[in-house]
């Protein structure tokens, strides 16, 4: 059980930034930061785990590097995002153009990541968002161009993505999982969501928006789409069942966190 899906929560925490609701407290910035954040720990922990899988043996220095990946890709994004608005102020262009070098740098970045990973522990994912924050802050009239391009591109790459995730995934695996699968997965997002209520402890947040943040928390995706097939792939022996909790959890999560987001927001946010 992975991170919080961007396709589930990204375009509804837009919406209410748009229309206002919890902007007192942040509330939808703060979800949208701590998923970004969340995604580097998934990956390295997963990362670890797959090593253990195929080889017996997992480097604790996986875990170490995890504040070192973020703040080193921070920096990079950051830079990386500065010389793209000196870039495009300089030189005059099309935003569809803009928008294809953007998706060139982001490709660069993740590749990044594999050149240099027994060099420097960095997640390219990380240094997207961080690249895209910075654009934001500093060149807000792009951004927003940007946004809705990148929106209208994400409706064809959503379906792509949970159409591959579908057509590797074998149904006799998810009848063996059966109900032990179910559990698995509705006990992590227990575990997750007392997880998220523990962090929002010592804030200044209201009891409804913190329970606002535990639901916002449960809906997962993207990332189980993305990574949940790579056991398969790499021929270990648990790949079928990773793939079909993976997918298990695609299935009751998305819906459940969609339904609660679209329906509580305005009941335990102030707007």
């Known amino acids: 059980?992975?991170?919080?899906?961007?396709?589930?929560?990204?375009?509804?925490?837009?919406?209410?930034?748009?229309?206002?609701?919890?902007?007192?407290?942040?509330?939808?910035q703060l979800i949208l930061a701590g998923a970004s954040v969340d995604d580097v720990f998934v990956i390295v922990i997963f990362?670890?785990?797959?090593?253990?899988?195929?080889?017996g043996n997992i480097n604790v220095m996986s875990f170490v590097n995890i504040p070192i990946?973020?703040?080193?890709?921070i920096i990079v994004g950051v830079l990386v995002g500065l010389m793209l608005i000196w870039f495009f102020k300089k030189i005059h262009m099309r935003?569809?153009?803009?928008?294809?070098?953007?998706?060139?740098?982001?490709?660069?970045?993740?590749?990044?990541?594999?050149?240099l990973e027994n060099i420097v522990p960095i997640s390219g994912l990380l240094a997207i968002m961080s690249l895209g924050i910075v654009v934001k802050q500093k060149y807000e009239v792009l951004a927003i161009r940007l946004s809705s391009k990148y929106n209208k591109?994400?409706?064809?790459?959503?379906?792509?993505?949970?159409?591959?995730?579908?057509?590797?995934?074998?149904?006799?695996y998810v009848k063996?999982?059966?109900?032990?699968?179910?559990?698995?997965?509705?006990?992590?997002?227990?575990?997750?969501?007392v997880g998220v209520c523990i962090c929002l402890i010592r804030t200044r947040l209201t009891k409804k928006e913190r329970a606002f943040c535990m639901v916002a928390y449960t809906p997962k995706a993207t990332v189980q789409a993305a990574i949940g097939g790579v056991?398969?792939?790499?021929?270990?022996?648990?790949?079928?069942?990773?793939?079909?909790?993976?997918?298990?959890?695609?299935?009751?999560?998305?819906?459940?966190?969609?339904?609660?987001?679209?329906?509580?927001?305005?009941?335990?946010?102030?707007n």
């Not at 998706?103 to 590749?111: A, H, K, P, Y």
């Not at 999982?177 to 969501?193: E, S």
Request: hydrophobic share 60%; aromatic share 6%.
């Open 47 to 55: 990362t670890a785990f797959t090593a253990l899988s195929s080889t």
């Open 153 to 172: 591109l994400w409706v064809a790459a959503e379906i792509l993505l949970f159409v591959l995730v579908g057509a590797t995934l074998d149904l006799k």
């Open 95 to 115: 935003d569809s153009v803009k928008l294809i070098i953007i998706l060139c740098v982001s490709f660069l970045l993740i590749e990044l990541q594999n050149q």
């Open 231 to 270: 056991p398969l792939a790499m021929g270990l022996a648990c790949g079928h069942t990773v793939l079909t909790v993976a997918v298990v959890s695609i299935l009751i999560t998305a819906p459940f966190g969609a339904i609660c987001i679209d329906k509580l927001y305005s009941k335990l946010l102030k």
């Open 1 to 28: 059980i992975a991170a919080v899906s961007p396709a589930v929560v990204v375009p509804r925490m837009i919406k209410l930034i748009e229309n206002g609701y919890g902007r007192e407290h942040s509330i939808p």
């Open 176 to 193: 063996n999982a059966g109900i032990a699968a179910v559990i698995l997965v509705c006990g992590a997002l227990i575990f997750r969501m």
């Open 69 to 73: 990946s973020i703040f080193t890709v």
